[in-house]
């Protein structure tokens, strides 16, 4: 029995003997039982699992008529009362054990404050115990703590069981959680509408309770002979959509009509979201935007109180004070998240629900687009139209990409030797991980939260997301949109601060069980080694110094202007930026000559002007670097054709910037600018494996790039490259359904295109 702690669960149909307990016996089932389950989980596993649904609903109607003390609705007095009582005098396990056992009927019971209060759902709490407020309870050598959660009791061993909810005498049933404010709701006044609305609820008890002459305020629906099987969900008119767990919470019909009403009117949905904003004026709008951390559902000061403030790159600004999260914050973020994974209603959800809430979510984010472009321009420095176009319009696209692939998660049956004489099959599952740490670069705040943030959440993981320090906004605006749409508390947590402090205690937590990032090789390999704690799965994307291959028989024109969008698209702080330039020898002089006519056509200016084209640097260190980086390459013997300056305005503007002549051997031939620098080398005409060898020459592979007519040529060097992806005759190209990633020092693991980095593999072998 589960009482006892049975590790399987079963039933046996017989034939009865002439006055013996048993005749022969015609079936025979069993399921494994987990550590929470109760006899009517194992009930529907057993159905879902080996039987036709209508013959374990017949068993299971007769067990429920007999475990009321019931045929048809003729009420009795329960049997088995007297035999369920707690004994407190054990350890949490046995303690938890005896009120599953009992869950449903009889019901565990014991004496608070001389009334009998029978426990409903009980779990094992692995946690520490919550803060809440003692209840004495009768034969219990310890009180009983009342918390946010449910009413927290104590075993002898000191360990501690989760009870859900509480019923009392009357047959009242209550959330453990609102005992000491059960009493304190006051009755609602009903419109005419909600008075009708009474009646047909009225109507419909009646149809149920037919041996009960009238319906009257104080009639108990299960008192005047209503079952479980009675409960159902039920969707009334007026859009009333009621729970099981409704009916339960509210007997008598007095209570169930307020109930319903203040379902009605909202009252009963989760506390509204406080949310402190800095607002600004800007853009023709008005931006609203939170500064504090995210965790569990709310928006709350970091635990050591810290800020840091934020910076507009376009004029060196002050945008906000934002809140720096402590390793404190780190904490109850993991736990908060793994509540909502393990116990929470985020882990009990089905995964159309889970998709449903991924759309209305990418919903919300189009209709806040200009906003959110708004503080993505003034927070990183992206040109707005990029920032509209791109930043935002393919985070968008990638939470409706995958809230598509929420209800396709599937597994697969595999053929395997049989083990003769019996059968086997085996099938494999694919699952959620877990909790899941996502730490994300500056350069696409808010579109690197979507590619790591959308496969997360579809495959059905809880996730806490460290921000760049440089640019949380738009990250926390997210959070603001999540809430709104409706993800439970937990799943969703941010936490803008240090790198240093915070992405290396989520990459070394141990309730952590995939580490996403995306950011420099040096930080990745810290990672990896932090992530080895607990050995968690980790997926990188790192830098790059992409090549980008442009031949003689080259559409010339189609090549200038995408080579120039492959180094200054979004300023040069693209992670697959083309970091080399090698161009054909016979062209090479007037693709440099093209390309500087082009640069001097763009303007530089306010990003939040429409006809900009090239904004601001993130922020001033990223700026005095490039500046280094340029300074570095004339010292090495570079020819510096074009820019290499910061130009003379507000803000951290640099000029786009044009070498050539550049070696092999120079620093910028091999390490990643990040910025607006297009670094130029010749190659010998026709020197087609000379160019490869020279492309393939660095520890980097995320991207690269080729422009020819010949599709032999471009085929052939397709295959010789060593990069994630190859671009030919265009560059930039993303899509939401392709994979993005990249080989060696650019790291592993892939973003967008399928689930595969945030879900694990589980094989199931049944032997018969």
């Excluded at 840091?308 to 790159?313: G, K």
């Excluded at 906000?320 to 959800?349: C, I, P, Q, T, Y």
């Excluded at 579109?447 to 790591?452: D, E, F, G, I, T």
Aim: overall charge negative; proline content about 4%.
């Amino acid at each position: 029995t589960l009482i006892q702690g049975d590790k399987k669960a079963g039933f046996t149909i017989f034939w009865a003997d002439d006055g013996l307990d048993t005749g022969p016996i015609l079936l025979q089932r069993e399921c494994d039982v987990g550590q929470n389950d109760t006899a009517m989980v194992c009930l529907a596993v057993l159905n879902t699992s080996f039987l036709r649904g209508k013959e374990v609903e017949s068993i299971g109607n007769i067990d429920k008529m007999h475990a009321f003390g019931k045929r048809g609705c003729d009420t009795q007095p329960n049997p088995r009362l007297h035999c369920s009582c707690i004994s407190w005098d054990q350890p949490a396990e046995a303690l938890h054990n005896w009120i599953r056992g009992h869950d449903k009927v009889p019901g565990a019971w014991t004496k608070i404050n001389g009334q009998v209060v029978t426990f409903y759902g009980s779990s094992l709490l692995d946690a520490s115990v919550p803060a809440g407020q003692e209840l004495t309870i009768q034969g219990s050598s310890r009180p009983g703590l009342v918390t946010k959660n449910g009413l927290v009791i104590f075993g002898n061993d000191g360990k501690t069981v989760l009870v859900r909810n509480l019923q009392f005498e009357d047959g009242k049933m209550i959330p453990a959680s609102k005992y000491f404010s059960a009493d304190e709701t006051t009755a609602l006044e009903l419109t005419e509408e909600e008075k009708n609305i009474a009646e047909d609820i009225r109507a419909i008890w009646k149809g149920i309770l037919s041996n009960v002459a009238v319906i009257e305020d104080s009639t108990d629906f299960f008192k005047s002979g209503a079952s479980s099987m009675h409960v159902v969900r039920r969707e009334m008119r007026s859009g009333l959509q009621l729970q099981n767990e409704d009916v339960y919470m509210a007997t008598k019909f007095a209570d169930f009509i307020q109930m319903a009403v203040r379902k009605l009117r909202g009252e009963d949905k989760a506390e509204e979201l406080v949310i402190d904003y800095v607002s600004k004026n800007i853009n023709n709008m008005t931006v609203n935007m939170p500064y504090q951390c995210f965790i569990n559902g709310k928006f709350i000061d970091a635990d050591e109180g810290k800020t840091y403030d934020t910076i507009n790159p376009a004029d060196g600004s002050v945008i906000a004070s934002v809140s720096s999260a402590s390793l404190a914050d780190v904490d109850k973020a993991v736990a908060a998240a793994k509540e909502a994974f393990e116990n929470g209603e985020w882990g009990r959800m089905n995964a159309r629900e889970r998709g449903r809430l991924m759309y209305r979510l990418a919903d919300l984010m189009e209709e806040h687009q200009e906003e959110l472009a708004t503080i993505e321009s003034i927070d990183s420095g992206a040109v707005y139209t990029l920032a509209l176009k791109t930043h935002i319009g393919m985070s968008v696209q990638t939470f409706r990409y995958f809230a598509g692939w929420c209800d396709k998660i599937q597994g697969a049956t595999i053929p395997i030797n049989q083990a003769r004489p019996n059968h086997n099959l085996t099938f494999t599952k694919k699952e959620p991980i877990g909790v899941c740490a996502i730490i994300i670069p500056w350069n696409y705040p808010l579109m690197m939260l979507a590619w790591k943030s959308a496969a997360c959440l579809a495959a059905g993981n809880t996730l806490v997301l460290k921000p760049a320090q440089v640019t949380p906004l738009t990250s926390l605006k997210f959070a603001e949109l999540s809430a709104k749409a409706g993800f439970p508390k937990g799943v969703i947590n941010i936490l803008p601060g240090s790198g240093g402090l915070v992405g290396q205690h989520l990459s070394e937590h141990p309730d952590v069980r995939k580490v996403g990032f995306t950011g420099s090789t040096p930080i990745g390999k810290q990672i990896m080694k932090s992530a080895a704690a607990n050995l968690k799965k980790v997926s990188l994307e790192l830098g790059g110094k992409s090549p980008l291959i442009i031949f003689s028989d080259c559409e010339l024109d189609r090549a200038v202007k995408m080579g120039m969008g492959a180094v200054y698209f979004n300023k040069g702080e693209n992670c697959i930026a083309a970091g080399r330039l090698f161009v054909e020898e016979s062209i090479h002089d007037e693709f440099v000559r093209k390309v500087v006519e082009e640069i001097k056509k763009m303007k530089i200016g306010d990003p939040l002007d429409r006809s900009t084209d090239h904004g601001p640097q993130n922020h001033k260190a990223h700026l005095e670097k490039l500046l280094q980086y340029c300074e570095t390459g004339v010292k090495e013997g570079a020819t510096l054709v074009y820019g290499g300056r910061q130009v003379h305005r507000p803000g951290f503007f640099m000029e786009p910037t044009v070498f050539t002549d550049v070696e092999d051997h120079m620093h910028i031939a091999q390490e990643e600018s990040f910025g607006p620098v297009m670094v130029i080398s010749k190659f010998k005409n026709g020197d087609v494996d000379g160019v490869l060898r020279r492309a393939n020459a660095t520890e980097y592979g995320l991207a690269s790039g080729v422009f020819t007519k010949d599709i032999n040529k471009a085929l052939y060097i397709s295959e010789k490259l060593e990069a994630g992806t190859v671009f030919i005759n265009t560059y930039n190209k993303t899509d939401v359904a392709a994979p993005f990633g990249g080989f060696k020092l650019s790291g592993f693991g892939k973003d967008l295109g399928k689930l595969s980095p945030f879900i694990s593999c589980l094989r199931v072998l049944i032997n018969e």
